[in-house]
T-cell receptor, first 111, second 115 residues
Framework: RKEVEQDPGPFNVPEGATVAFNCTYS??????FFWYRQDCRKEPKLLMSVYSSGNEDGRFTAQLNRASQYISLLIRDSKLSDSATYLC????????????WGAGTKLIIKP | ETGVTQSPTHLIKTRGQQVTLRCSSQ?????VSWYQQALGQGPQFIFQ???????GRGNFPPRFSGLQFPNYSSELNVNALELDDSALYLC???FGRGLAGNTIYFGEGSWLTVV
C-alpha cells in the first residue's frame, strides 16, 4: 500500500462546477498535511495547509479526517486557471524532515 | 520568484555518466532538500542538508550524493546514471532543522534525461 494515495484522474470538470479530491495516508502518526498545486512541467507550489478543524481559503476548502486517515480538497466555482495537478503531502512519521507526496490528481477545467 | 535557483534547467546524459545539479537557496535559509519527481509521480525525498551536514536521507542508493556549501548552496551528484534516473530534480530551501510543508520553497527544477 502506498503511504499517500490519490486518484490520478484526470477529472474533467466544466467551468463553474464544484470538484472534490480525496487523499488517504497510511500512518496514523502523521502530523501535518498540505495540498500543493503543480502546473505542467513546473515546480509544486503550496496551495494550503490542512488543519484539524478544517479550513477555507476563498474557493478552496480543506478537511482532515484523522479517524479515517484522509484529507480532502474542495474547489468551488472552478476556473479555467484551476487546471493543474493537485498533490497531497504529509509530513513523514519517522522524522520531521521528510515530506511524503501523493502522485497527484490531475484536474482539467473545460470552458 | 521563490529566490531558489537551480541549474541547469535541462540536460541530457548518457547511461553510465555522472551528473551534478546545483541549487542556490533563498537568502537566510540554511536547509536544502532534494527531491526526484518521475513523470506522473509525486516528488520522492532524496536527502536533506542542514548547515553543511546530511540531515536525513530517503530510499535512494549511494550513487546519489550531495554537498552543502558554507553559503548554503547545494549540489546533487548522481553517478553511474541509469535510464530510470530520468526525472525532474527539485531543490527546496527552508530555515532550520526539521521541515514543515508550508515553509519550504522550491526551485523550478532541473530536467534530466538519460539516454
Amino acid at each position: 500500500r502506498k503511504e499517500v494515495e490519490q486518484d490520478p484522474g484526470p477529472f474533467n470538470v466544466p467551468e463553474g462546477a464544484t470538484v472534490a479530491f480525496n487523499c488517504t495516508y497510511s500512518n496514523s502518526a502523521s502530523q501535518s498535511f498540505f495540498w500543493y498545486r503543480q502546473d505542467c512541467r513546473k515546480e509544486p507550489k503550496l496551495l494550503m495547509s490542512v488543519y484539524s478543524s478544517g479550513n477555507e481559503d476563498g474557493r478552496f476548502t480543506a478537511q482532515l479526517n484523522r479517524a479515517s486517515q484522509y484529507i480532502s480538497l474542495l474547489i468551488r466555482d472552478s476556473k479555467l486557471s484551476d487546471s493543474a495537478t493537485y498533490l497531497c503531502v504529509v509530513n513523514g512519521w519517522d522524522s520531521n524532515y521528510q515530506l511524503i507526496w501523493g502522485a497527484g490528481t490531475k484536474l482539467i477545467i473545460k470552458p | 520568484e521563490t529566490g531558489v535557483t537551480q541549474s541547469p534547467t535541462h540536460l541530457i546524459k548518457t547511461r553510465g555518466q555522472q551528473v551534478t545539479l546545483r541549487c542556490s537557496s533563498q537568502s537566510g535559509h540554511n536547509t536544502v532538500s532534494w527531491y526526484q519527481q518521475a513523470l506522473g509521480q509525486g516528488p520522492q525525498f532524496i536527502f536533506q542538508y542542514y548547515r553543511e551536514e546530511e540531515n536525513g536521507r530517503g530510499n535512494f542508493p549511494p550513487r546519489f550524493s550531495g554537498l552543502q556549501f558554507p553559503n548554503y548552496s547545494s549540489e546533487l551528484n548522481v553517478n553511474a546514471l541509469e535510464l530510470d534516473d530520468s526525472a525532474l530534480y527539485l531543490c527546496a530551501s527552508s530555515f532550520g532543522r526539521g521541515l514543515a510543508g508550508n515553509t519550504i520553497y522550491f526551485g523550478e527544477g532541473s530536467w534530466l534525461t538519460v539516454v
